[in-house]
């Protein structure tokens, strides 16, 4: 990054500190914070600091415009000691993050930026759905990073104190780890019709929650769409699944068309070995279908530091922005995200990378793209380009 970029980027980020009110977090005096400053060729982070000698939040964002802020998901009892020893951890936040980049199926060399953080947002989505439905959790913040993805932070007193060890089952839990159809499935000995001690196994889906919970509302869907097929299509549905074939899909289907009560009541095992082939199906496509793809260190570290809130994003330029659960369906990054300092005026850049943007044409017409060279752009893509290192700044009134 040239000093011209450098030095209008630093003097940017000033501005929209000076008219922002980015919040404390919750025991801001207990939080360790760190930032990455726009010094020339910096990019060490400058960390074990307190807002007791940082300053007032807004005071010290407006006075550093760092080019990132960080704080610790932790408290600790002296949180600008030099050591994480020495620090008297007191307890953490539990957080999440989604980074577009690690998602499965998600190509970083083949799509564009945009694209990624949709994928993102949907898994998202199933994150929060196991949070408040697996877990109970009701008080926690979703934030967009202002880069390639979603942080959640859970802010439940309760869980404070968790260790490592506790966070690990939690994210275990949300990935599906080691979940199949032996860890779901209850096994029972219960006695013959004739009510001699003959007992033989039988094989339960849980229906009150968790995974099982999911697992058996996919079955009673795969119940409601049969129930609405024809024979025959009802069996060419059935052998979709893996060692289902004609026989199998004909046994299953009479003991669907015979038995569902039981199988709404949770027994996987009416039809025999078929409707369990089925139910071990279900399993891995539930799993599949509503895991949420969580970068697991940053749950599991007890001292993580986390962007702040409400600051930018120096890899972008875009604000690391709260967002109301009710609001997130609409929520699009480059439009919601971007400074109001940022919008209504065009700069120049010396593009070196050219190429789309994920930001919307003002035409209409797709996504902004820009051409090698000198281009004129709205300041926030212009922002944009420079802070991912695509252009500098170009001095205004030359022509490319």
């Given amino acids: 990054m040239q000093e011209q970029t450098r030095a209008y980027l630093s003097a940017r980020f000033g501005d929209y500190y000076a008219g922002a009110r980015v919040p404390d977090p919750p025991a801001a005096n207990r939080r360790e914070w760190g930032y990455i400053p726009f010094s020339r060729g910096s990019t060490t982070m400058v960390r074990h600091r307190s807002l007791l000698d940082m300053g007032a939040l807004g005071d010290f964002l407006e006075r550093e415009a760092p080019r990132h802020v960080y704080y610790s998901a932790?408290?600790?009892?002296?949180?600008?000691?030099?050591?994480?020893?020495?620090?008297?951890?007191?307890?953490?936040?539990?957080?999440?993050?989604?980074?577009?980049?690690?998602?499965?199926?998600?190509?970083?060399?083949?799509?564009?930026?945009?694209?990624?953080?949709?994928?993102?947002?949907?898994?998202?989505?199933?994150?929060?759905?196991?949070?408040?439905?697996?877990?109970?959790?009701?008080?926690?913040?979703?934030?967009?990073?202002?880069?390639?993805?979603y942080h959640v932070h859970v802010r439940d007193e309760r869980l404070l104190e968790l260790g490592r060890a506790e966070r690990r089952e939690i994210v275990d839990y949300v990935l599906g780890t080691d979940v199949d159809f032996e860890t779901i499935v209850r096994t029972e000995l219960v006695s013959g019709d004739t009510g001699r001690e003959t007992p033989a196994p039988k094989k339960t889906l849980p229906t009150d929650g968790g995974w099982g919970g999911r697992v058996h509302r996919r079955l009673l869907a795969l119940l409601e769409e049969l129930a609405a097929l024809d024979d025959d299509d009802a069996l060419e549905r059935l052998q979709a699944y893996d060692g289902i074939g004609q026989k199998s899909a004909e046994t299953v289907l009479g003991a669907i068309r015979n038995n569902a009560g039981e199988l709404r009541a949770g027994n996987v095992e009416p039809g025999g070995a078929g409707t369990s082939k089925i139910a071990r199906a279900l399993v891995a496509e539930t799993v599949a279908a509503e895991h949420a793809p969580i970068d697991e260190p940053v749950t599991t570290d007890v001292n993580r530091l986390i962007r702040l809130p409400g600051s930018l994003h120096g890899g972008s330029g875009l604000r690391v922005t709260p967002i109301e659960e009710g609001d997130l369906a609409a929520f699009d990054p480059f439009e919601h995200a971007v400074p109001a300092p940022f919008r209504g005026d065009e700069i120049a850049v010396d593009v070196h990378d050219p190429g789309p943007t994920p930001f919307p044409d003002p035409s209409g017409d797709g996504t902004f793209t820009v051409q090698e060279g000198y281009n004129y752009v709205p300041e926030h893509v212009g922002v944009f380009l420079m802070a991912r290192g695509r252009g500098e700044k170009g001095k205004e009134g030359k022509e490319g």
């Fill in 74 to 149: 932790a408290r600790y009892d002296d949180p600008d000691a030099g050591t994480m020893g020495a620090k008297g951890w007191l307890g953490a936040d539990l957080v999440f993050d989604l980074d577009a980049d690690h998602l499965p199926g998600v190509d970083p060399e083949a799509q564009g930026l945009g694209e990624m953080l949709a994928t993102c947002k949907d898994a998202l989505g199933r994150l929060l759905d196991l949070l408040a439905d697996d877990f109970g959790f009701a008080d926690y913040d979703v934030v967009f990073s202002g880069g390639r993805g």
